[in-house]
C-alpha cells in the first residue's frame, strides 16, 4: 500500500509563490511517474505537471514558465514550485504517483487559493 501526504497548500495573493510538496511512503519498490494534478471548483480535474522516471518532465500549457516540479528519489518526494501565480490556479492540488504497472495513487489533495 503507498500513501502519499501533501503538506503545503494554503492562501497566497495574486503573483506570489508557494511550493506544495507530496511525500509518499509505504512498499514502493519501483515508480513510473510521480506529478500533479488539480481540481478547480465546477471542473474537471487536470494534469498540472508530471516528472517521468525516465523521460522528460511535462507541464500543461497554462503553468508552463511559472510551475516547476522536481523529485527527489532518495526522499521519494515531488515538489511543486509555483510562482507568478494567479487567480485560476485556485484548485485542490492532488498528488499522484503511478507505479509500474500503471496504477495510480492519489493524495487526498491540498487547497491552494490565490487572491487577487
Known amino acids: 500500500q503507498v500513501t502519499l501526504v501533501e503538506p503545503g497548500g494554503g492562501l497566497v495573493q495574486a503573483g506570489g509563490s508557494l511550493r506544495v510538496s507530496c511525500v509518499a511512503s509505504?512498499?514502493?519498490?519501483?515508480?513510473?511517474?510521480m506529478g500533479w494534478y488539480r481540481q478547480a471548483p465546477g471542473k474537471q480535474r487536470e494534469l498540472v505537471a508530471s516528472?517521468?522516471?525516465?523521460?522528460?518532465?511535462n507541464y500543461a500549457d497554462s503553468v508552463k514558465g511559472r510551475f516547476t516540479i522536481s523529485r527527489d528519489n532518495a526522499k521519494n518526494t515531488v515538489y511543486l514550485q509555483m510562482n507568478s501565480l494567479k487567480p485560476e490556479d485556485t484548485a485542490v492540488y492532488y498528488c499522484?504517483?503511478?507505479?509500474?504497472?500503471?496504477?495510480?495513487?492519489w493524495g487526498k489533495g491540498t487547497l491552494v487559493t490565490v487572491s487577487s
Open positions: 499522484n504517483l503511478v507505479d509500474p504497472y500503471n496504477k495510480p495513487y
Open positions: 509505504g512498499y514502493i519498490s519501483r515508480v513510473k511517474s
Open positions: 516528472v517521468p522516471t525516465v523521460g522528460r518532465n
